[in-house]
């Protein structure tokens, strides 16, 4: 599904319920903050998390970056492929490749 029909879902879906209103910018980045804790907690006591409880929460996580992104007029698209950009830069293969190490100590 392209990010652009998955937006007019989430457009529709909000707008049927009146919830706009509610989905401040604010707003919207707590919700993904609350939601990626829920991510986390289905790992909390086991590397072994229920891929169902997961996909769920993933879901919310990223229902509600795409709804700031559309909110602030960013396409999600580009913004990580900014970024990425700026990442590739910060990590190059040569240097990065098999390591965790922050950039900073490459």
Partial sequence: ???????????AFVAARDWSQFHTPENLAKSIS???A???EAYQWSS???LEQVK????????????????LGLEP???IADKLKITEEKYPVEKARGSSAKYDQL
């Fill in 1 to 11: 599904m392209e990010t652009q029909d998955v937006l007019e879902q989430l457009r």
């Fill in 34 to 36: 609350i939601e990626a």
């Fill in 38 to 40: 829920e991510l986390l």
């Fill in 48 to 50: 072994d998390a229920d």
């Fill in 56 to 71: 769920d929460e993933l879901a919310d996580v990223l229902t509600y970056a795409y709804l700031l992104a559309d909110k």
């Fill in 77 to 79: 698209e580009t913004i």
